[in-house]
């Protein structure tokens, strides 16, 4: 089997285990039947997700040019705290801001390294507890709008951390935490305005991942420096490719590389 496609965050559905899809314009691959096969990854060229043109990737998928200019890359969208639209004010398309910002956004407490501390929009839930490879996670807040969340965010990484490492994640370091209980030792730090948003009945979410073999040293795959690569598929976790050799491939980190793809075994 042969594809070729520009790379976007794998598509994903809960499940025991979650399962994985690349979705290209003419493919909609479940990327978990590859699972103990022998999968190459050829580096083609570059397509930028925003203009669409063959020019090097930045950041998030977006060449230099688009990331400083579209307003899927705006600073509010990494730092929800400085979203705006809620004061009807713009930074760099006030519409598309409208629409991301102003929803339904939850803030949340996942354990995929370590217990941290993290903001999405609702629809988002449990797809970036998924794409983050957490084992578990909760709700602690639901609030109106991205400005809300953020500012929430901003008041509990004072206490918690909103890191992943990466490594750790991958090698399924982890253990088990009582999320119930950390979302009461945090509440008194939420801020006032958010207070009433808390929630607080709630369970914890548990997800499964189709792995077979975890890496020891994870070693990741950077196709401008390897430009073509092959390995026997072990499994997937967060979005993560994971191989035999302990080669992982984080196919989010590289949106907007187009690649061809072939399958054997």
């Not at 089997?1 to 909609?28: A, C, R």
């Not at 970036?128 to 084992?135: K, P």
């Not at 009461?184 to 006032?192: G, V, Y």
Request: proline fraction near 5%; aromatic fraction near 10%.
């Amino acid at each position: 089997m042969q594809f070729e496609g520009v790379l976007t965050k794998m598509e994903t559905e809960n499940g025991s285990p979650i399962q994985y899809y690349l979705v290209w314009d003419d493919l909609f691959l479940n990327v978990n039947q590859l699972i103990d096969k022998t999968v190459s990854i050829k580096f083609l060229r570059y397509q930028c997700l925003h203009c669409g043109l063959d020019k090097p990737i930045y950041r998030q998928g977006f060449c230099k040019s688009c990331f400083y200019e579209a307003p899927e890359a705006a600073d509010w969208v990494m730092h929800p705290e400085l979203s705006k639209s809620h004061l009807n004010q713009e930074e760099r398309d006030l519409e598309f801001e409208k629409k991301v910002q102003l929803q339904p956004h939850i803030v949340y407490l996942a354990n995929s390294s370590n217990v941290k501390v993290g903001v999405t929009r609702k629809s988002q839930i449990p797809t970036r507890w998924i794409d983050q490879g957490a084992h578990e996670a909760i709700e602690i807040v639901e609030v109106p709008n991205r400005y809300l969340a953020g500012i929430t965010e901003v008041a509990l990484k004072e206490h918690i951390s909103d890191k992943t490492n990466w490594r750790t994640m991958l090698k399924n370091e982890i253990e088990d935490e009582d999320l119930v209980e950390w979302r009461k030792k945090l509440q008194r730090f939420i801020p006032a305005e958010v207070q009433n948003y808390i929630l607080e009945n709630n369970l914890e979410t548990n997800l499964e991942f189709p792995v077979l073999h975890y890496p020891e040293k994870p070693n990741s795959l950077n196709l401008e420096k390897t430009p073509h690569y092959s390995g026997k598929l072990k499994g997937i976790k967060g979005q993560y490719l994971i191989f035999e050799d302990d080669t992982v491939f984080n196919v989010r980190g590289s949106e907007g590389y187009v690649v061809g793809i072939a399958v054997s075994g």
